[in-house]
């Protein structure tokens, strides 16, 4: 392997899987980041960063599968044939400049910054060492690409380009509010230098939009029906990019952050603006929307794959959704009678964001043999003003009606329908609109046949479809794929809302690791998920024996808003990724015949 792709591989290993613990540089490595990298991998101490990594490797067995999670970094800096010179104690970075950049060559426009303990001892790692004007040059060990090195600070600047490291920057990378904090306090970041990356992309973005919408128009190719909602897709094009124009205008920060710990891996997602921008704003709004109280309350108690809640202020929801819907809705109306259509159904979206408060949903874990109900059933719980929600909601239904009886399917052999039908049934006192989506093959074609016999097996009996209507003037309950009994629960949870999901162990102890205030959270149960599909192979024929502890900790992930900046945080517990590797194991054992596997004793 050459050296320079030996090299960003090292160091993008590093980025994977040294991201942990504080260094005594820790700030100094972005002091000497050049202020127009683009962006910039900041990983802290890597001495405690390997401790750590060696640790929850030694968990989750990972050393025995692979022997240089024993010790990761010495294994990196052995292949590298960088053992002279490094702090390990120290700061690492690696810096990403414009491709297009006339100094630079753009396949070498990169900064690695390691840390040293003597700059001397450190240029011993390469051969055939020249000294000129402050910069070495020399080869990797096993390698014939020459890299560039400069001493600045504490640190030895590398690269493959030797004028990305000539003359030490008088201006770099400054960070303040979130992202500041964020590189403090988290063990590696991926930076975003916006101000860099602005003035990068959005003349990119200006000059090949029009080329973009031009190669759009290009391959509708010739059908009239396909031409007349040309101005739609451009629509829908500009809205996006028009969307990404005003984040790269009004964004102040981009981070992405990792943590580990004993307890599990944190990562964050993290966008700052301008208070006075649109982006800023929207944010400050919806953290007045955050209510007190639970965002999981009026579920009922059951087991599911996945549950989550959510809060808006309908204020800035609708505006938001208004500046979406609004330019596509003005094409679609010039677009037939389907546009038409169409578009009533997306206006019906503004009507159901100004009404909806708060909602909460979940997948319940389904029971049933394969056929006898479906796989996939949905519960929400919808607050706000409940007659406008359903308004809104048989808006996009009708439009959804109107839309699938446009597709053509002609040469299709399974025809697809859409069906909505207000006051269906009534349970429990409460009225139920239904919506269906039907499949319905032809009988002379096997794979038709097929397909749809393979439909009735994931979804049972009742088919793609689901009901839903006003417990009272406050609550809308939607529910798709489940039975009466499971609807009949929905409302007399509704009715009387409770939490029953966030005081469970391995909840409580996931969203410990959350922002405590949130506008979203969702929670991911993979043990309910593996096993339910353990037992769904064994129904297909295929027998796979998997044993997980009872009440693992979900994955969890919640949206907030912290001043002009919105977050997204993520949480995975060691137990849970611990158990799965020890179940996958064990599984995979089990089809090679080991003990108590397929070709052993109690196989299945």
Known sequence: ???????????????????????????????????????????????????????????????????????????????????????????????????????????????????????????GNLKEVKEEGGVAEGKATDGNDMLYVAHWGQFAAMSPDRTVVATKPLKTMKLAGLAAKEAASKDAVLLANMDALRRVALPKLKSERPKMLAELEKNMGTDAAAKKFMPVVR???????????????????????????????????????????????????????????????????????????????????????????????????????????????????????????????????????????????????????????????AGLFKGLTAFFAAIPQDKNPTKMAFEYKPAAKTIDGVSFDAYDISMKADPNDPRAAQAQQMMAMVYGPNGMGGVMGTVDEKTLVVVQGGSDKLLSEVIAAAKNPADHLSSSPGVKAVAAHLPEKRVLEYYIRVDQVVSSAVRYAAGFGFPIKVRLPPNLPPIGVAAATDGPAYRVDSFIPTQLVESLIAAGIEAYTNMQGGPGGAGGPGGL
């Open 1 to 123: 392997m050459k050296p320079l792709r030996r090299g960003v591989l090292v160091a993008l290993s590093l980025a994977a899987f040294l991201f942990v613990s504080r260094g005594r540089a820790n700030a100094q490595v972005l002091d000497q980041v050049p202020s127009n990298a683009i962006a910039v991998f900041k990983v802290k101490n890597l001495a405690a960063s390997n401790a750590k990594i060696i640790k929850m490797a030694k968990a989750l067995g990972l050393d025995q599968m692979a022997p240089d999670f024993a010790d990761p970094l010495g294994a990196l800096t052995t292949k590298m044939h960088i053992t002279q010179g490094l702090d390990k104690a120290g700061d690492l970075a690696f810096a990403f400049f414009d491709p297009e950049a006339a100094h630079t060559k753009p396949d070498k426009n990169m900064l690695l910054l390691i840390p040293v303990t003597d700059y001397q001892a450190f240029l």
């Open 235 to 393: 629509a829908i094009v500009n809205v996006y990019l028009d969307g990404v124009e005003s984040f790269l205008t009004d964004a102040t920060s981009g981070v992405i952050s990792f943590n580990l710990a004993d307890e599990g891996i944190s990562t964050t997602a993290l966008a700052e603006f301008k208070p006075e921008s649109d982006w800023g704003k929207t944010a400050l709004e919806l953290k007045a929307g955050t209510p007190d109280g639970s965002l999981l309350a009026g579920l009922p108690d059951r087991k599911y794959y996945a549950f989550g809640g959510s809060a808006s202020n309908p204020k800035v929801t609708e505006r938001v959704v208004t500046t979406i819907i609004d330019p596509i809705a003005k094409e679609l109306n010039g677009a037939g009678d389907v546009g038409k259509q169409i578009a009533d159904a997306l206006q019906s979206l503004k009507l159901v964001a100004s009404a909806t408060q708060s909602s909460a949903s979940g997948y319940v874990v389904a029971n049933g043999a394969l056929g006898q109900e479906s796989i996939f059933q949905q519960v929400t719980v919808i607050r706000g003003d409940a007659k406008k929600i359903k308004e809104g909601e």
